[in-house]
Nanobody, 113 residues
């Protein structure tokens, strides 16, 4: 059974940083592209960043230059380093195995003073 568990969310002031983690189990993690998505209150879920099995990355324009996605295949974990956070980054952040339909339950990030 495939499981994805996000962690690392919390309350942070504007300009601060957080690192999210997503631990995967039940699958051969290294074979798959992974993604981070987010959903703000009363908004649709949107893509934040993707990373292929080979380590190539793609970012939403809104986070480019501030967020970094990475993966550690030995730990079956994908990360999202978020710097220079803004109030508009407030959302529940989800990780997913791209194209497979598996999602974690999400972790809440709140950016507020």
């Amino acid at each position: 059974q495939v499981q994805l568990v996000e962690s690392g969310g919390g309350l942070v002031q504007p300009g601060g940083s957080l690192r999210l983690s997503c631990a995967a189990s039940g699958t051969i993690f290294s074979h798959y592209a992974m993604g981070w998505y987010r959903q703000a209150p009363e908004k649709q879920r949107e893509s934040v960043a993707h990373i292929t099995s080979g380590g190539s990355t793609v970012y939403a324009n809104s986070v480019k230059g501030r967020f970094t996605i990475s993966r550690d295949n030995a730990k079956n974990t994908v990360y999202l380093q978020m710097n220079s956070l803004k109030p508009e980054d407030t959302a529940v952040y989800y990780c997913t195995i791209l194209g497979m339909g598996y999602w974690g339950k999400g972790t809440l990030v709140t950016v507020s003073s």
